[in-house]
């Protein structure tokens, strides 16, 4: 054979190796499979988008999401991928819009066409080794949620993780209804509490940016009507004192935790509120603060709260399924029920309608509407690259306007911790960190960003008061930016059952009763009132006292002299209550720590019904006669007692306790009527150098 055509086969083979090296590589499904970011070259500026391309049984699938005009998962049709040839329409876009492109190593290179008009598009392959690892990521993150959920005994969760630009989970775990089995998704409604505060005051931040707020102004500019127990604190405080919990009040909970009061009546009573520390000396969360930013907005915005907030903030991002009344949650299709641990079982809890204080904590969302929440969050002001707030505002929200003594969440690794504008923010081993955690009755919420590595997570659970979501925050931070990691779950759950040995050790050390009541228990009974608080009724049953706070009631077991010490039925909420009298011997207030956070509180007794009842005065009428033979004469003048005594004016006498009556213009002097059935005998005047008893002729 000839030497030519005897080497004609490994030439042709070499040639077509060379072919392939000059014109490309075959392509396979890995080549092309992913997600491909990019940017269509417009005139004016580029338009990002990224388009994820899938391949199932041979079949391929295309998908394109364009932030800015927030276009997600838009189907790609006609979607060809030939050799190294890239193709595909947009039905769904005006004007004829298609791709056509080449593929080479980790590009596709092509021009995008829509009315009759082309523009290059470059699409950029994300790295499928990255993808990789961080699929394994989330794998595990999934696996150890529900891994904590089941062993912190929370029935449901939902949680949502956004990093780098990209949601990676979005999912339910455990039950929105336990006693129907009935399964959490990332559309399921769950209350948020004070994670709602933010909205507040990105609420007042839209409204800076449109210059009717200016955050360091007085409020009595915006407020003529606001009142504060301290003068000071009334005409200085500013919009940023209102919202970074520096008003020197003290939680003062139980008055809208426990009441019916409207949003408008709390407002007018936190005049009467004492204060636990100076003005801006000291951080102390304050809801009614938040309240007060309400009324801000509202007086502000010419509409309510929600309305504004509605309008501001849901309808932009796409909350759609957010709503301010635990009311209207209950009425749609997908919403969990709350939660609580009692005597050890897991029982649902009923819901607590939060209309009142709403701007701190009425909100209820799911983990999908969340996400977007965080994603503004994390958009410098932008969302889907629209301008929603300015990049100031934001920032001003999150840094820290005042100093905190300690962490609300024992973590070692947790530094400088500090309150922003409705965020928490704090050093957590070198990372920034702008989170805030809600809590009410059956749920427990956390929001949760690290601004700078661009992750930011929310975790809606249906457990009252669990610790959960800060576990599951720290410990998804740790995985996804590969820190050293900490056995969070030991560290917050690990020693519960020797805390709870410890408490119960603590209970059973508190000792009893070696004194008897200084007064016969009818004489606590009585109505006692506070201008802010308004109303204790104290009760008897049996024998035995009873306190009612509006909706909180609970029995009192007797401690010593005049104090007493209960809990209401089915809160827990602790009862301590100490009488005190006046000089004469009778009840004339209570003092109550209604919450730990609040000093005692004086509630003044109320006269009795009677004292204002003209039957009953009427038989106090007549002319009582003193040892040395001065009369006092007794009259009735609609549903006021006058006293005339001989060289003396005419006394209006005011109820007070039981029979007695104080004199409108002499402090310290009071009249007590002695009763023997229904009729008066006698009265005795009790004066500051004296008693001087008169008898009833």
């Given at each position: 054979m000839h030497p030519r055509i005897q080497n004609q086969p490994y030439l042709l083979s070499f040639l077509l190796f060379f072919a392939t090296l000059v014109t490309g590589f075959t392509q396979t499904t890995e080549d092309w499979q992913g997600k491909w970011d990019g940017a269509i070259e417009l005139p004016s500026t580029p338009l990002a988008l990224q388009i994820k391309l899938i391949n199932t049984d041979g079949t391929w699938e295309g998908l394109m999401d364009i932030p800015s005009q927030r276009i997600n998962d838009m189907a790609l049709a006609d979607l060809k991928i030939e050799g190294d040839q890239l193709s595909f329409k947009l039905p769904e876009v005006p004007g004829t819009a298609s791709f056509t492109g080449s593929w080479s190593p980790g590009t596709v290179t092509g021009t995008f066409s829509q009315m009759g008009?082309?523009?290059?598009?470059?699409?950029?392959?994300?790295?499928?080794?990255?993808?990789?690892?961080?699929?394994?990521?989330?794998?595990?993150?999934?696996?150890?949620?529900?891994?904590?959920?089941i062993g912190a005994e929370v029935p449901g969760l939902g949680l949502g993780i956004?990093?780098?630009?990209?949601?990676?989970?979005?999912?339910?775990?455990?039950?929105?209804?336990?006693?129907?089995?009935?399964?959490?998704?990332?559309?399921?409604?769950?209350?948020?509490?004070?994670?709602?505060?933010?909205?507040?005051?990105?609420?007042?931040?839209?409204?800076?940016?449109?210059?009717?707020?200016?955050?360091?102004?007085?409020?009595?500019?915006?407020?003529?009507?606001?009142?504060?127990?301290?003068?000071?604190?009334?005409?200085?405080?500013?919009?940023?004192?209102?919202?970074?919990?520096?008003?020197?009040?003290?939680?003062?909970?139980?008055?809208?935790?426990?009441?019916?009061?409207?949003?408008?009546?709390l407002y007018q009573r936190l005049q009467y509120l004492e204060p636990s520390a100076s003005f801006r000396s000291k951080w102390q969360y304050q809801n009614l603060m938040?309240?007060?930013?309400?009324?801000?907005?509202?007086?502000?915005?010419?509409?309510?709260?929600?309305?504004?907030?509605?309008?501001?903030?849901?309808?932009?991002?796409g909350m759609s399924s957010t709503s301010f009344s635990v009311t209207e949650m209950e009425q749609t299709d997908n919403f969990a029920y709350g939660y609580g641990k009692k005597e050890e079982a897991i029982t649902r809890l009923p819901f607590h309608q939060l209309d009142a204080i709403g701007p701190a904590g009425s909100i209820n969302a799911s983990a999908t509407d969340m996400l977007k929440w965080v994603e503004l969050q994390l958009g410098d002001g932008q969302y889907k690259g629209q301008h929603f707030v300015s990049s100031g505002q934001l920032e001003l929200m999150h840094k820290p306007q005042m100093l905190m003594s300690q962490p609300l969440i024992a973590n070692p690794a947790v530094s400088h911790p500090a309150y922003g504008l409705g965020w928490f923010t704090y050093d957590y081993g070198g990372l920034t960190v702008v989170e805030h955690g809600g809590n009410i009755d059956g749920f427990s919420a956390l929001v949760f960003m690290v601004p700078d590595e661009s992750l930011g997570l929310?975790?809606?659970?249906?457990?009252?008061?669990?610790p959960l979501n800060y576990v599951l925050a720290y410990t998804i931070t740790d995985i996804l930016l590969e820190r050293d990691e900490q056995d969070w779950y030991e560290l917050v759950f690990g020693d519960k059952e020797e805390d709870e040995q410890e408490d119960d050790n603590k209970d059973n050390k508190e000792e009893a009763k070696t004194t008897p009541p200084l007064h016969p228990l009818e004489d606590y009974v009585g109505t006692y009132q506070h201008p802010g608080y308004g109303d204790i009724i104290i009760s008897q049953q049996d024998k035995q006292l009873v306190a009612t706070y509006y909706h909180f009631s609970g029995k009192m077991e007797h401690q010593q002299y005049d104090t007493f010490k209960g809990k209401t039925e089915g809160e827990d909420i602790v009862l301590d209550v100490r009488f005190?009298?006046?000089?004469?011997?009778?009840?004339?207030?209570?003092?109550?720590?209604?919450?730990?956070?609040?000093?005692?509180?004086?509630?003044?007794?109320?006269?009795?019904?009677?004292?204002?009842?003209?039957?009953?005065?009427?038989?106090?009428?007549?002319?009582?006669?003193?040892?040395?033979?001065?009369e006092i004469k007794i009259s009735l003048e609609g549903t006021k007692l006058k006293a005339d005594i001989v060289g003396q004016p005419t006394y209006t006498?005011?109820?007070?306790?039981?029979?007695?009556?104080?004199?409108?213009?002499?402090?310290?002097?009071?009249?007590?009527?002695?009763m023997e059935g229904d009729k008066a005998t006698a009265l005795v005047s009790h004066q500051p150098n004296g008693d001087f008893r008169a008898k009833k002729e």
């Open positions: 008009q082309s523009f290059p598009l470059v699409l950029k392959q994300q790295d499928a080794a990255a993808a990789a690892a961080l699929q394994a990521k989330i794998t595990r993150i999934k696996n150890l949620v529900d891994s904590f959920r956004i990093y780098k630009g990209e949601v990676i989970i979005a999912d339910g775990f455990g039950l929105r209804n336990v006693e129907d089995g009935i399964a959490v998704n990332a559309d399921t409604r769950f209350a948020i509490g004070s994670s709602s505060k933010a909205f507040t005051t990105m609420g007042l931040a839209l409204l800076a940016d449109e210059d009717k707020l200016d955050w360091e102004t007085p409020l009595k500019k915006y407020l003529p009507d606001f009142k504060l127990y301290d003068n000071f604190a009334t005409e200085e405080m500013n919009a940023i004192d209102l919202t970074c919990h520096r008003s020197g009040l003290p939680r003062h909970d139980l008055m809208w935790y426990a009441t019916d009061f409207s949003r408008e009546e938040y309240m007060t930013a309400g009324i801000l907005t509202e007086r502000l915005s010419g509409q309510t709260w929600e309305a504004y907030i509605q309008e501001k903030i849901f309808q932009p991002l929310v975790a809606l659970t249906n457990k009252n008061g669990t005190v009298t006046d000089r004469n011997g009778q009840i004339e207030a209570l003092y109550s720590f209604l919450d730990a956070s609040v000093p005692e509180i004086r509630f003044a007794k109320q006269p009795g019904e009677k004292l204002s009842d003209p039957d009953f005065l009427e038989t106090l009428t007549g002319t009582y006669v003193l040892d040395n033979s001065i006498l005011e109820p007070h306790q039981g029979t007695s009556f104080k004199l409108n213009s002499l402090q310290g002097f009071t009249m007590e009527f002695i």
